[in-house]
């Protein structure tokens, strides 16, 4: 289970969110995770321009504004990846066998349909979209 | 990387495609993995209709035709759930914390249109389907 873009969103919200500096320890203490993973992450978001942490002050911020972070820049960040992939394929199918030589082509035909309205959703959803929902969740709790 | 999906579309394209009963070793050497983990895939199938293997006859052979069998069965079948899952969610956010309290709620909502549109689309495609596509790659090569 792949869960760091998940967890990717959850940092950029608290992140966005916070008026003070926030620490490794502290967004792991709240996504239930530890400081090095929290790290590994923010590294694949700094890497995009999404985030930045100043030297010499520990913290993170925000260098897109939420409403322009769309969930599909998130998910390319962490995933090292433009194309957006929704159901594994299989790694070694055997090129001998006429079924195993042209199985990954036909199911990534397939799934192709499935990735593109996924990658459009992603791309028509912001971080801001998220906060928005949180931020109903939380005046429903009060 | 969960590559039952994919596998398991492998197996079923196989057992459909064969005029010959096909084993367990068969099958593996194809989908380029070992008879023991074709066997928990085929169990999955077996235990929700789709497949059948006599005893006493090495084989399997196909409950339902293809142009029945949707790719959400196969994916229901193999996931053991009716629900399509797109994206994974991290599993111990804090309830401490304001934004680990509601983080999955609002990431499973937000999710949640990425995965009606994704078991629509599989609903909407049979293995039929992807034989038909694989015949379309089996003539070009020749």
């Known amino acids: 289970m792949d869960t760091r873009f998940s967890s990717a969103i959850h940092i950029l919200i608290m992140i966005a969110g916070s008026a003070q500096p926030l620490t490794s ?9 530890n400081p090095s993973y929290i790290r590994k992450v923010t590294g694949l978001l ?3 321009g999404i985030l930045d942490s100043r030297q010499g002050i520990h913290g993170f ?16 960040a962490i995933n090292e990846s433009d194309e957006v992939h929704v159901f ?19 199911l990534a035909e397939t799934f ?4 593109e309205k996924a990658e ?3 791309r028509q959803t ?12 939380i005046g429903e709790e009060q």
């Open 112 to 115: 192709r349909g499935i990735e």
């Open 25 to 33: 320890e502290t967004i792991a203490n709240s996504v239930g995770s």
């Open 126 to 137: 912001t971080l801001a979209d998220c906060m928005d929902k949180m931020r109903i969740r």
């Open 46 to 48: 700094k890497k995009k």
């Open 61 to 76: 911020s925000l260098l897109v504004p939420p409403e322009a972070l769309s969930l599909c820049s998130i998910y390319q």
């Open 88 to 106: 594994d394929l299989h790694q070694n199918p055997n090129d001998a066998c006429v079924v195993g030589r042209h199985i990954r082509p036909v």
């Open 120 to 122: 459009r959703q992603l």
